[in-house]
């Protein structure tokens, strides 16, 4: 059982920075694949990126490519997501997620997070 809080969302001016934060809980931390989805108001949840819990391998949205990163500390059981020059399209509820093994269906994850609110003004 993994449970997941995130921290670090608010409000930010378009072309700024953002970096949230998910302290997750339980002993096998480090052999679960992390991630992070987002949903718009109005709009489908979607992907983020992710991170595996081994190799550290990452995968990202297209439309966040080249801007935000996903990392994480082993050791303090924390994985973050640096988003940097953001745009209004990036306004969401981001959710922290976890699974072992991860699926092949990128919005499919065991554990979530309760969320944290990202607003990005123009």
């Known amino acids: 059982q993994v449970q997941l809080v995130e921290s670090g969302g608010g409000l930010v001016q378009a072309g700024g920075s953002l970096r949230l934060s998910c302290a997750a809980s339980?002993?096998?931390?480090?052999?679960?694949?992390m991630g992070w989805l987002r949903q718009a108001p109005g709009k489908e949840r979607e992907f983020v990126g992710r991170?595996?819990?081994?190799?550290?391998?990452?995968l990202y949205a297209d439309s966040v490519k080249g801007r935000f990163t996903v990392s994480r500390d082993n050791a303090k059981n924390t994985v973050y997501l640096q988003m940097n020059s953001l745009k209004s399209e990036d306004t969401g509820v981001y959710y922290c997620?976890?699974?072992?093994?991860?699926?092949?269906?990128?919005?499919?994850?065991?554990?979530w997070g309760q969320g944290t609110q990202v607003k990005v003004s123009s």
């Open positions: 997620v976890a699974d072992s093994p991860v699926s092949w269906n990128l919005l499919q994850w065991t554990y």
């Open positions: 339980g002993r096998t931390y480090g052999r679960y694949a």
């Open positions: 991170i595996s819990g081994s190799t550290g391998t990452t």
